[in-house]
């Protein structure tokens, strides 16, 4: 029996701990955890400087493997190998932490965007945006939705790009993210102005909503971005005056003023819309200098415009063709990203999570119903055990009841033989006080029953201790006093008469000396209590207990009572007593 129990028990501890053993606990790694929002160089710093072979577990592998991709992603290294975090994956997908498993998938993305596979970047964000839903992370969320969109968005899927950034808009909003709300209107006014002419009213009034937006917060690389795409549309609007102050800024918000040539296109462009021909050329010309093929297609286009306008129609010819050969170009570099591959990975990405949820189903099932089945299996097993003790154990019971309800009425009993005694001794004492007093008597009779008188208080006051240690007021303090000390709490209370009854014990120990010291020091109800559970054998400490106040309280109310009675506070109330 013995050690089929211990059988049962060692499976269900392995199996939950199984369960349970999918976290790290390396303090190492949780601090670069820590460290990773606001200080993701520090965080880098110190995984760099972690040796792998210390880990202990699978999960610390996984850990590690996760965090040293995020702080590479947000430290801005380009990641061309995604052999590290594809473990991290392979590990909370199979563990079925589904905060871990999100974060795992958003960084593989992002890994796979560094490695300019955007499909396969794309099944991942997909993923990782189903499993966020879950976890409730919403700027984690946010940041997905920003780079679903975008690869939506260079793949010319402006529709599904446009609904993400509305979702995307949506989390911002929720969060006061100024940021994400940012870009997610600057992307939505940009989707709106390739639509065409009649999008251009929505077109601006989402790029202005966003200008607006990013304005307050001072982030000028969203900012150049919008005042970019305005500059273009006031173009297409011809509104040239406009164009031409975004088209000034967008550059003046740029980092490297002498590589922007995006810029130098949008600024040159500006300039031939207001008639300003030199300006627009010297800026064209700069922007030539890009090797991409679109950008050049267009600044030749606008140079070509210019040589026309000027009467250089030789030129004008000759730039056009140079503008017809780069686009070209650009048609064929752009021939090798298949359109097809975007649909194929939201395919993977649905089978995926399909898998991953059945997966999840089979470690719920793994990880609480078969413990579960284990447990209740052992509680029906011990319960015919102890079906079998029952009557055993009843009878034992009411046996021990018996004995308990007998001892309660020795005790009574005893306890009320104590009070016939002390009632005995009062009336002793009573007549011995009376011949004492009488003058029939000599000196040495008179000694005689005063020796006689202070053995018999001294019996009396010894009875009256016993019958108080034999009370059920005793009892009850008794009880009081061991429910604090096990569970910090009582439901039982001393009552006023109870309180009373222990006055007239105290003060009957004491030969009546409390009645007097209540009298002569005017000692409130409070004090008065106290003062008689100090005579007890009770530890000071524990008459907090009886009193439903604090230690503290307490020991101030001691001390400033004998301050008022003029004495050391450390002093005990039996030797106040004696001397009174």
């Given at each position: 029996?013995?050690?089929?129990?211990?059988?049962?028990?060692?499976?269900?501890a392995?199996?939950?701990?199984?369960?349970?053993?999918?976290?790290?606990?390396?303090?190492?790694?949780?601090?670069?955890?820590s460290?990773?929002?606001?200080?993701?160089?520090?965080a880098?710093?110190?995984?760099?400087n972690?040796?792998?072979?210390?880990?202990?577990?699978?999960?610390?592998?996984?850990?590690?493997?996760?965090?040293?991709t995020?702080?590479?992603?947000?430290?801005?290294?380009?990641?061309?190998?995604?052999?590290?975090?594809?473990?991290?994956?392979?590990?909370?997908?199979?563990?079925?932490?589904?905060?871990?498993?999100?974060?795992?998938?958003?960084?593989?993305?992002?890994?796979?965007?560094?490695?300019?596979?955007?499909?396969?970047?794309?099944?991942?964000?997909?993923i990782?945006?189903?499993?966020?839903?879950?976890?409730?992370?919403?700027?984690?969320?946010?940041?997905?939705?920003n780079?679903?969109?975008?690869i939506?968005?260079?793949?010319?899927?402006?529709?599904?790009?446009?609904?993400?950034?509305?979702?995307m808009?949506?989390?911002a909003?929720?969060?006061?993210d100024?940021?994400?709300?940012?870009?997610a209107?600057?992307?939505?006014?940009?989707?709106a102005?390739?639509?065409?002419?009649?999008y251009?009213?929505?077109?601006?009034?989402?790029l202005?909503?966003?200008?607006?937006?990013?304005?307050?917060?001072?982030?000028?690389?969203?900012?150049?971005?919008?005042?970019?795409?305005?500059?273009?549309?006031?173009?297409?609007?011809?509104?040239?005056?406009?164009?031409l102050?975004?088209?000034?800024?967008?550059?003046?918000l740029?980092?490297?003023?002498?590589?922007?040539?995006q810029?130098?296109?949008?600024?040159?462009?500006?300039?031939?819309?207001?008639?300003?021909?030199?300006?627009?050329?010297?800026?064209?010309?700069?922007?030539?200098?890009?090797?991409?093929?679109?950008?050049?297609?267009?600044?030749?286009?606008?140079?070509?415009?210019?040589?026309?306008?000027?009467?250089?129609?030789?030129?004008?010819?000759?730039?056009?063709?140079?503008?017809?050969?780069?686009?070209?170009?650009l048609?064929?570099?752009?021939?090798?990203?298949?359109?097809?591959?975007?649909?194929?990975?939201?395919?993977?990405?649905?089978?995926?999570?399909h898998?991953?949820?059945?997966?999840?189903?089979?470690?719920?099932?793994?990880?609480?119903?078969i413990?579960?089945?284990?447990?209740?299996?052992?509680?029906?097993?011990?319960?015919?055990?102890?079906?079998?003790?029952?009557?055993?154990?009843?009878?034992?019971?009411?046996?021990?009841n018996?004995?308990?309800?007998?001892?309660?009425?020795?005790?009574?009993?005893?306890?009320a033989?104590?009070?016939?005694?002390?009632?005995q001794?009062?009336?002793?004492?009573?007549?011995?006080?009376?011949?004492?007093?009488?003058?029939r008597?000599?000196?040495?009779?008179?000694?005689?029953i005063?020796?006689?008188?202070d053995?018999?208080?001294?019996?009396?006051?010894?009875?009256?201790?016993?019958?108080?240690?034999?009370?059920?007021?005793?009892?009850?303090?008794?009880?009081?006093?061991?429910?604090?000390?096990?569970?910090?709490?009582?439901?039982?209370?001393?009552s006023?008469?109870?309180?009373?009854?222990?006055?007239v014990?105290?003060?009957?120990?004491?030969?009546n000396?409390?009645?007097?010291?209540?009298?002569?020091?005017?000692?409130?109800?409070?004090?008065?209590?106290?003062?008689c559970?100090s005579?007890t054998?009770?530890p000071?400490?524990?008459?907090?207990?009886?009193?439903?106040?604090?230690?503290?309280?307490?020991?101030?109310?001691?001390?400033?009572?004998?301050e008022?009675?003029?004495?050391e506070?450390?002093?005990?109330?039996?030797?106040?007593?004696?001397?009174?």
């Amino acid at each position: 029996m013995g050690k089929t129990k211990a059988i049962i028990l060692f499976l269900v501890a392995f199996l939950l701990l199984a369960c349970t053993a999918r976290q790290s606990n390396n303090k190492q790694l949780i601090w670069a955890d820590s460290l990773m929002r606001s200080l993701p160089d520090s965080a880098l710093s110190v995984l760099q400087n972690i040796s792998t072979q210390e880990f202990a577990s699978p999960a610390d592998s996984a850990y590690y493997a996760l965090l040293l991709t995020q702080a590479r992603d947000k430290n801005y290294v380009v990641q061309v190998d995604d052999s590290l975090i594809r473990y991290a994956v392979a590990h909370y997908d199979k563990v079925g932490d589904a905060k871990m498993r999100a974060s795992a998938h958003y960084y593989w993305g992002c890994v796979y965007i560094d490695m300019n596979r955007q499909a396969e970047a794309l099944r991942e964000y997909l993923i990782a945006a189903s499993l966020t839903k879950e976890t409730v992370e919403k700027r984690q969320l946010g940041l997905i939705y920003n780079n679903i969109g975008y690869i939506y968005y260079i793949q010319n899927f402006k529709e599904k790009a446009d609904s993400v950034y509305q979702l995307m808009e949506g989390i911002a909003q929720e969060l006061k993210d100024t940021t994400l709300w940012a870009e997610a209107l600057s992307r939505q006014g940009s989707i709106a102005f390739m639509k065409g002419n009649d999008y251009f009213g929505t077109a601006e009034q989402k790029l202005l909503d966003a200008f607006t937006v990013v304005d307050r917060i001072e982030n000028k690389a969203i900012k150049a971005d919008v005042s970019a795409t305005l500059s273009r549309l006031y173009s297409k609007m011809d509104q040239g005056k406009k164009a031409l102050f975004y088209a000034k800024l967008n550059l003046s918000l740029r980092k490297d003023t002498t590589r922007a040539y995006q810029a130098f296109l949008i600024l040159g462009d500006a300039y031939y819309r207001v008639g300003l021909y030199d300006s627009a050329t010297f800026y064209l010309n700069k922007s030539l200098i890009s090797k991409d093929y679109g950008r050049r297609s267009d600044a030749y286009m606008r140079l070509a415009d210019i040589a026309m306008i000027q009467g250089n129609a030789v030129l004008s010819m000759k730039l056009e063709r140079y503008s017809s050969a780069y686009k070209d170009s650009l048609y064929q570099s752009r021939g090798n990203v298949v359109t097809d591959k975007i649909v194929e990975a939201e395919t993977d990405a649905q089978i995926t999570l399909h898998q991953l949820y059945y997966k999840g189903r089979l470690n719920i099932y793994l990880c609480v119903f078969i413990p579960i089945t284990i447990i209740v299996i052992m509680i029906v097993f011990f319960l015919y055990r102890k079906n079998k003790q029952y009557r055993g154990k009843n009878d034992l019971l009411q046996k021990n009841n018996q004995q308990l309800e007998k001892v309660n009425q020795d005790l009574s009993q005893h306890y009320a033989c104590l009070q016939e005694e002390i009632t005995q001794r009062d009336l002793e004492i009573e007549n011995l006080r009376k011949e004492l007093a009488s003058c029939r008597i000599d000196e040495e009779q008179r000694e005689k029953i005063r020796v006689e008188l202070d053995e018999m208080v001294l019996r009396r006051k010894a009875l009256v201790k016993e019958a108080f240690l034999h009370s059920p007021l005793y009892a009850k303090m008794q009880a009081i006093i061991k429910d604090h000390l096990d569970k910090d709490a009582s439901d039982k209370e001393i009552s006023d008469q109870e309180w009373q009854e222990l006055i007239v014990s105290m003060d009957s120990q004491w030969n009546n000396a409390i009645s007097r010291f209540h009298v002569k020091y005017q000692l409130s109800k409070e004090e008065l209590y106290l003062v008689c559970l100090s005579l007890t054998d009770f530890p000071f400490a524990h008459l907090a207990y009886l009193m439903h106040s604090s230690r503290r309280t307490l020991y101030r109310k001691k001390n400033a009572l004998c301050e008022r009675i003029g004495v050391e506070q450390n002093s005990e109330f039996k030797e106040i007593l004696r001397k009174i």
